[in-house]
T-cell receptor
Framework: GDSVTQMEGPVTLSEEAFLTINCTYT??????LFWYVQYPGEGLQLLLKATKADDKGSNKGFEATYRKETTSFHLEKGSVQVSDSAVYFCALTRGVGDYKLSFGAGTTVTVRA | NAGVTQTPKFRILKIGQSMTLQCTQD?????MYWYRQDPGMGLKLIYY???????DKGEVPNGYNVSRSTTEDFPLRLELAAPSQTSVYFC???????????FGPGTRLTVL
């Protein structure tokens, strides 16, 4: 079945450091890939997405590129802020007609001033 | 739009008690979902619905029931609470399958 594997955390960084969170997936066909973010005490919200190979999703300074050859969707940000402290989830759906999201375990990121 | 709303925010149950977690969305979304989030485990799908009157099991449905009588509401019922159901529960909705899901703020449930 479909699955998502994320880099284990927690990750602790200083402000302005570079952040990478690795995500690889196993799925048949051409899944759509997502990064969701959960700020403390809140529900999940979509950070970015990519729906086909070589697409780059971007939002709030975060980027991720859909790499079909390596089945990966790594999240990156060049200069993190304290406000980026959150739990980040990689997820996939098989796309139109597939109603369900498969989530990775989540990576907790803490950014210190 | 309020988006996806959930009540209550917190609840403590005794073993064997029952309760209903409420979920309402005002975006006219067809698809609605219930997830549970356990520490370090990501989110697991409990039940989902593709429209009023249609529900189906997810990965971890045992111990739960759902109904979908209207487009807006998707309540989750726990009939005989067990400590293993201690978790944070999220409701979500989306307009079309495969698209972005919108999440509620969650219900933190403790069963003692």
């Amino acid at each position: 079945g479909d699955s998502v594997t994320q880099m284990e955390g927690p990750v602790t960084l200083s402000e302005e450091a570079f952040l990478t969170i690795n995500c690889t997936y196993t799925a048949t066909g051409y899944p759509s890939l997502f990064w969701y973010v959960q700020y403390p005490g809140e529900g999940l919200q979509l950070l970015l997405k990519a729906t086909k190979a070589d697409d780059k999703g971007s939002n709030k300074g975060f980027e991720a590129t859909y790499r079909k050859e390596t089945t990966s969707f790594h999240l990156e940000k060049g200069s993190v802020q304290v406000s980026d402290s959150a739990v980040y989830f990689c997820a996939l759906t098989r796309g139109v007609g597939d109603y369900k999201l498969s989530f990775g375990a989540g990576t907790t990121v803490t950014v210190r001033a | 739009n309020a988006g996806v709303t959930q009540t209550p925010k917190f609840r403590i149950l005794k073993i064997g008690q029952s309760m209903t977690l409420q979920c309402t969305q005002d975006m006219n979304h067809n698809y609605m979902y219930w997830y549970r989030q356990d520490p370090g485990m990501g989110l697991k799908l409990i039940y989902y619905s593709v429209g009023a009157g249609i529900t189906d099991k997810g990965e971890v449905p045992n111990g739960y029931n759902v109904s979908r009588s209207t487009t807006e509401d998707f309540p989750l019922r726990l009939e005989l609470a067990a400590p293993s159901q201690t978790s944070v529960y999220f409701c979500a909705s989306t307009l079309a399958g495969g698209d972005e899901q919108f999440f509620g703020p969650g219900t933190r449930l403790t069963v003692l």
